[in-house]
């Protein structure tokens, strides 16, 4: 049986970063969270409290962490013993910092391992 986490397209790599949510129908509406994981197409984020107001998939919000400013598009919401998860797609990443910095640093010792696999096989 395959599971969710095998059928990844892309890896996604854990990441500990706060992050301040703001969901593009309600502006003046922020809510506080971190990173759990990130790839180069969606995050993963933790809030600690419980959300008064649920966001719905399909939701745009703006995220914004340590120099990283990306749109996302919710694409699922799920309470949790404390607080919320939420799965979100990411459409645009504007501003690049820690988070893009880090899937960067991933993504050339991945290419780095496959190259000296392809070598060794050779």
């Known amino acids: ?3 969710a986490e095998e059928r990844r397209s892309e890896p996604r790599i854990e990441a500990s970063a706060s992050v301040v949510i703001t969901p593009l129908a309600a502006v003046g509406t922020h809510f506080y969270g971190s ?3 990130v790839s180069t197409s969606g995050v993963r984020v933790h809030c600690d409290t419980q959300l008064k107001a649920l966001l ?4 745009v919000c703006r995220i914004q962490s340590r ?3 990306m ?3 919710v694409r699922n919401f799920a309470v949790a013993e404390v607080g919320a998860d939420l799965g979100l797609q ?3 990443w504007g501003n690049a910092g820690e988070l893009k910095h880090l899937l960067s ?3 050339s010792s991945t290419s780095r391992t496959a190259a ?4 060794m096989a050779a």
Do not use: K, Q, Y
């Not at 719905?56 to 939701?59: D, L, N, T």
């Not at 000296?116 to 070598?119: D, E």
């Open 105 to 107: 640093e991933a993504g």
């Open 116 to 119: 000296v696999r392809s070598v």
């Open 1 to 3: 049986m395959i599971t």
């Open 67 to 69: 120099g990283d400013i």
């Open 35 to 37: 990173v759990v994981n």
């Open 90 to 92: 990411i459409v645009h």
């Open 71 to 73: 749109l996302c598009e």
């Open 56 to 59: 719905r998939a399909g939701e």
